[in-house]
């Protein structure tokens, strides 16, 4: 069975870091892209934050670039998102995803997910 746990959401003051963990069982990690995604109150669409290839190519969304940075280990079977210079707009349901092919508007419904960690940002 294929889990994904996420871990390290919680409250955080604008210009505040948080680091949310994700980690994975069930697959082997060096074979999947493994990202994370945003769900926003009142959407039903998990928006992609940032993603990383197996190879360590990464994907940002350009409202986090350079503010958040994703990193993952294979052997742990873990994927970080270190998130600093947090804004109110950062809040949300975060998820983690593993999945062949992640990348913005792609089709999500073979993606692995978390259960989600809810980060909030205030003003």
């Known amino acids: 069975e294929v889990q994904l746990v996420e871990s390290g959401g919680g409250s955080v003051q604008a210009g505040g870091s948080l680091r949310l963990t994700c980690t994975v069982s069930g697959l082997t990690v060096d074979r999947f892209e493994l990202g994370w995604f945003r769900q926003d109150p009142g959407n039903e669409r998990r928006n992609l934050v940032a993603s990383m290839e197996s190879d360590g190519e990464t994907t940002y969304d350009k409202s986090v670039k350079d503010r958040f940075r994703i990193s993952r280990d294979n052997m742990k079977s873990v994927v970080y998102l270190e998130m600093s210079r947090m804004k109110p707009e950062d809040s949300g349901v975060y998820y983690c995803?593993?999945?062949?092919?992640?990348?913005?508007?792609?089709?999500?419904?073979?993606?692995?997910w978390g259960q989600g960690t809810q980060v909030t940002v205030s003003s």
């Open positions: 995803a593993a999945a062949k092919t992640i990348c913005f508007g792609c089709d999500q419904s073979t993606h692995f």
